[in-house]
């Protein structure tokens, strides 16, 4: 077909059409057809030849146009549509490099293979176009509820009409076994909304976390104004669920608030989650004591609390322990991801008799060693000593408060504990240079020769193999992997180095190697220490 004057008026209403199904603007559409038109010609006139084409946005006239680049002679490579100064002086005066030379050619008759192309530019423009549209108008909702319709169902994912377009509810993101018809409606929370080759994909969720959150947000008031406010939520999706709440306002109940009158508030979002139970726990800023609410409807004895480990010991009675682990052990797994710590829970028999194990291996460590009698290491232990190091180094005070100690013996049981601990470190360092250890790493001031010894048992046996450690292969760590809390194993964990001063020791090996800068640290160190006090001045 030619572009005529009998047409011309058609290709605006063509793209007005489009542009009004398709809910994009029109210009982007013309666009579209701009580029077909000119491809097209290019199929005509030859490939290489730069042909433009502008459709008039007033009377649809499409004028075709050729271009011609001048450039400088040396980088003349498409003749078709690039030429020299000397070669443009023929149509243009006084060109110069980087000008371009416009020419009007004849519109084209487009065949039936040009007139296929040109449609499938079209349509694909139109539909990244659409795609656009659809990304602009969902990116910033994600983290939201939206309601929509069930268009169908695939393997187990449900596609979704949610206005604009269409989204995805994954089969893993559906509460139990919950199957839906199309035009069902349905309420759903967006958790991502990301461009991807075949367009933007919204995904929607029914199991995360958040979705219960922004539902309570829904239902009570005073979560929306800010004046309760949701701190942490677990959930076992379709079956059980914990969040903590707190309330800003000493007159407002946070738990009596969320659960509401006659439980009203908490029984419509139980009733959007197909019945999943929920236990609404009060905020606590000290650990221990969240824990202990975490923990309902189980009675606590007594909570120890690793910080440095995010570790938390729970003892209750006999009679508890069962509550307190739950069906399948769910009610200490959302404990846990409500508070973010690993727990373990023993009885109180059981913690007596881990108790009582340690005072045995401490006691039997010092009758080995120091060569006691066993009511002397017993004495010992129940004075809180629990390793040599501390008998050989501590101050003589702290000995002689010992019944039956004076300062002979004081000054006896540290000699002997030196002596042993003397003869540990020459073993462990002999044991590590049989191993390959250099004396760069013997050497490096930090390290105890029974750490340098399980450094090297892990193959690391250079301050250069040092320096390339990170923190948490020395001193231990915790991984989150599917919710749950994984132990990653520390080679020096066993000599209690915190992940502070592993950093350190791995830092002071790296300047020591010329690999950092002592003064790109000082000036990170400031930067830190200056966003500190902007955090502090802002709170």
């Known amino acids: 077909m030619a572009i005529t004057s009998a047409n011309q008026l058609e290709l605006l209403q063509t793209a007005e059409a489009v542009a009004r199904e398709k809910m994009i603007d029109p210009g982007l559409v013309v666009e579209a057809m701009e580029e077909s038109l000119a491809r097209a010609a290019k199929s005509r006139y030859g490939a290489e030849m730069d042909?433009?084409?502008?459709?008039?946005?007033?009377?649809?006239?499409?004028?075709?146009?050729?271009?011609?680049?001048?450039?400088?002679?040396?980088?003349?490579?498409?003749?078709?549509?690039?030429?020299?100064?000397?070669?443009?002086?023929?149509?243009?005066?006084?060109?110069?490099?980087?000008?371009?030379?416009?020419?009007?050619?004849?519109?084209?008759?487009?065949?039936?293979?040009?007139a296929q192309s040109a449609k499938q530019v079209i349509l694909?423009?139109?539909?990244?176009?659409?795609?656009?549209?659809?990304?602009?108008?969902?990116?910033?909702?994600?983290?939201?509820?939206?309601?929509?319709?069930?268009?169908?169902?695939?393997?187990?994912?449900?596609?979704?009409?949610?206005g604009a377009g269409e989204a995805i509810l994954r089969r893993n993101e559906k509460i139990g076994r919950e199957s839906y018809r199309p035009n069902d409606r349905i309420r759903v929370y967006i958790k991502d909304v990301r461009r991807e080759q075949r367009g933007p994909q919204i995904f929607l969720s029914r199991t995360a976390p958040e979705f219960m959150a922004e539902l309570f947000k829904m239902e009570v008031p005073e979560i929306y104004d800010g004046i309760i406010e949701i701190k942490a939520v677990a959930r076992d999706p379709g079956s059980r669920a914990k969040i903590a709440v707190i309330s800003y306002d000493g007159s407002i109940d946070p738990v009596g608030a969320c659960v509401g009158m006659r439980g009203s508030r908490v029984q419509a979002v139980v009733n959007e989650l197909q019945g999943e139970k929920i236990d609404i726990i009060p905020w606590n800023e000290d650990q221990p004591t969240f824990l202990v609410n975490a923990l309902q409807p189980a009675e606590v004895s007594k909570v120890v609390l690793d910080e440095e480990a995010g570790k938390i010991e729970v003892v209750v009675p006999e009679e508890q322990l069962s509550l307190a682990i739950g069906r399948r052990g769910q009610n200490v797994r959302l404990a846990s991801q409500l508070t973010g710590l690993d727990i373990d829970i023993m009885t109180e028999e059981q913690e007596s008799a881990r108790r009582q194990a340690e005072f045995e291996l401490r006691t039997k460590l010092f009758v080995d060693n120091l060569d006691l009698d066993e009511f002397f290491a017993q004495l010992l232990v129940s004075e809180g000593f629990s390793n040599l190091e501390e008998v050989a180094y501590v101050e003589l005070d702290e000995l002689l408060v010992i019944d039956g100690v004076d300062e002979d013996t004081a000054n006896e049981l540290q000699a002997r504990a030196r002596d042993v601990l003397e003869a540990q470190n020459k073993a462990a360092l002999e044991n590590a240079r049989s191993m390959g250890v250099e004396d760069s790493l013997v050497e490096f001031e930090g390290l105890t020769p029974q750490m340098i010894e399980a450094l090297a048992k892990d193959?690391?046996?250079?301050?250069?193999?040092?320096?390339?450690?990170?923190?948490?292969?020395?001193?231990?760590?915790?991984?989150?992997?599917?919710?749950e809390r994984v132990k990653d194993d520390g080679v020096l964990e066993p000599f209690d180095v915190s992940l502070e001063e592993a950093q350190d020791l791995i830092m002071t090996a790296r300047v020591m190697l010329g690999w950092v800068d002592p003064a790109d640290l000082e000036a990170e160190a400031e930067e830190e220490l200056e966003a500190a006090d902007a955090e502090e001045a802002e709170a």
């Open 124 to 162: 694909q423009k139109v539909r990244e176009a659409e795609r656009d549209r659809q990304f602009e108008e969902f990116k910033d909702r994600a983290g939201t509820i939206i309601n929509g319709l069930v268009k169908r169902e695939e393997y187990g994912n449900v596609i979704v009409d949610v």
């Open 51 to 114: 042909i433009r084409v502008s459709i008039d946005r007033k009377t649809g006239r499409a004028t075709f146009t050729r271009v011609r680049t001048v450039v400088e002679d040396e980088e003349l490579e498409n003749y078709q549509a690039e030429f020299t100064v000397e070669q443009a002086k023929q149509y243009m005066e006084n060109p110069e490099v980087g000008q371009e030379f416009i020419e009007e050619v004849p519109p084209v008759e487009m065949g039936r293979i040009a």
């Open 459 to 483: 193959d690391v046996k250079t301050l250069e193999d040092f320096a390339t450690c990170a923190d948490w292969e020395l001193a231990g760590g915790w991984t989150t992997i599917d919710g």
